[in-house]
Nanobody
Framework: EVQLVESGGGLVQPGGSLRLSCTAS????????MYWVRQAPGEGLEWVSG?????????TFADSVKGRFIISRDNVKNTLYLEMNSLKPEDTAVYHC?????WGQGTQVTVSS
């Protein structure tokens, strides 16, 4: 069974940082590009960033996070990461990791003072 389990979300003040993790199982993690997407309240899905199976950032899709978010992966630990810095209230969303055959339930990130 394919599983993608996100963690690391929470409540953080503007300007703060969080590191999200996504632990994968049930498929060969190292064979797939991986992505982070997010969904803000009342909004559609927004692509955040992607990374190739070799660990090269495909692109940071969202202009609003360029220079602040860093995607990485550990193919030994089957884990995808998203380091988020200088967080803003508009970063508030549920963050999901995904690959071409599925996505996780997400972790809530709330940026508020």
């Amino acid at each position: 069974e394919v599983q993608l389990v996100e963690s690391g979300g929470g409540l953080v003040q503007p300007g703060g940082s969080l590191r999200l993790s996504c632990t994968a199982s049930g498929f060969t993690f190292s064979s797939y590009s991986m992505y982070w997407v997010r969904q803000a309240p009342g909004e559609g899905l927004e692509w955040v960033s992607g990374i190739t199976r070799a660990g090269i950032t495909i692109t940071t899709f969202a202009d609003s996070v360029k220079g602040r978010f860093i995607i990485s992966r550990d193919n030994v630990k089957n884990t995808l990461y998203l380091e988020m810095n200088s967080l803003k209230p508009e970063d508030t969303a549920v963050y999901h990791c995904m690959y071409e055959e599925g996505w996780g339930q997400g972790t809530q990130v709330t940026v508020s003072s």
